[in-house]
Structures are given as C-alpha cells and as structure tokens.
C-alpha cells in the first residue's frame, strides 16, 4: 500500500483526496503543514504555490510515497475579488503536479473586507453567522447556495492531479 500525506487536516480538503484515490491502495496521513505564503493567499501563484508547498512539506515529514496540498485563495481581477482554489501532487520520485480549480467572484461587501487584511474563512463566519466555514461549505458553498461545496471543488482539483500523474508517470515525464 502506498502512502498519501494529505498536507491538511482540514476535514473538507481530506474528503476530497479520500474520495477520489481507492481506499484499499493508500494508507491516507493528514497532517497540518506550513504552506510557506500568507495566511491569505491573496492571487494565483501564490495560492498555487501555497499547495505545492504543502504537498512537499507533507510528503517530507511523512516519508511518504506521494504528498497532497490543497489551497484556497483569492485572486484580484478588473471585475473584483475572486475566489481561486488550486492543489498540488509531488511524489519522492520528484514529480510536480498542479491544477487550479473553480473561480466565482466574491459579493463587494465581503471582497472589501479581504482586501481591508481579514481573511476569507473569517470574513465567512461573520457573513453567515456560522462558526468554521472553511472547514465545511466554504464561502463557494454559501455563493453557488450549496450546489457545489468546499469539498466538491477539492474533489475536481484532486481529480486532476490524479488524472495527470497516472498520464505523466505512464508516458516516463513529469511537469509543473
């Protein structure tokens, strides 16, 4: 059995690597990990960076045979503040896989507060009412009104990743 060091605990992110790899292949290790970027990734390559980041920090502290990360952010554009979700998948062998995920703009009252220095899961919590969104709908739960969740997104990206390095490691070539 291989194992896969999920570079989170968050319980939304975790679902969504244990949905998409067969349970009787990989032994699953979440772990809390640095991502080595801001708190609040706050564009594209940063948020990417952020994943890969913690798919590599997981994959070393776990010894494992592939490491996992999975960050959310949001990116600034000429229409506002958009949501920007993107994950990584790195192997011991030294592959690099990312893939970037769903976007949808933010409401002008929730994107002025993340640009004012809060983040977004905390700017969430205030919005709703509810206590740690982050780590159960998100803020694309709330906006697409539950049609598709943080663990959803998370399951498209993980898709992804697997997708591209079963592709990448049959064809002999790896990619960032």
Not at 48 to 77: F, P, S, Y
């Amino acid at each position: 059995m291989k194992k896969i060091a999920i570079g989170t605990t968050n319980p939304a992110k975790v679902a969504a690597v244990k949905a998409v790899f067969s349970h009787e292949c990989y032994v699953f290790m979440p772990i809390s990990v640095s991502s080595d970027v801001a708190s609040q990734p706050f564009s594209d390559e940063e948020t990417r960076l952020g994943a890969i980041n913690r798919a590599k920090n997981a994959l070393a502290k776990e010894q494992a045979d592939i490491g996992i990360g999975l960050e959310g952010g949001v990116t600034e554009t000429k229409d506002g503040l958009w949501l920007c979700n993107w994950g990584a998948l790195v192997d011991r062998n030294g592959a690099v896989i990312s893939a970037g995920g769903a976007r949808i703009p933010l409401p002008s009252e929730v994107a002025a507060e993340v640009m004012s220095g809060r983040e977004l899961g905390d700017v969430m919590d205030e919005y709703t009412g509810k206590r740690n969104i982050r780590q159960k709908e998100g803020a694309i739960g709330i906006f697409t009104n539950g049609y598709v969740d943080r663990t959803d997104m998370f399951i498209h990206i993980t898709k992804l990743l697997a997708g591209q390095y079963e592709f990448f490691c049959q064809n002999g070539q790896f990619t960032l």
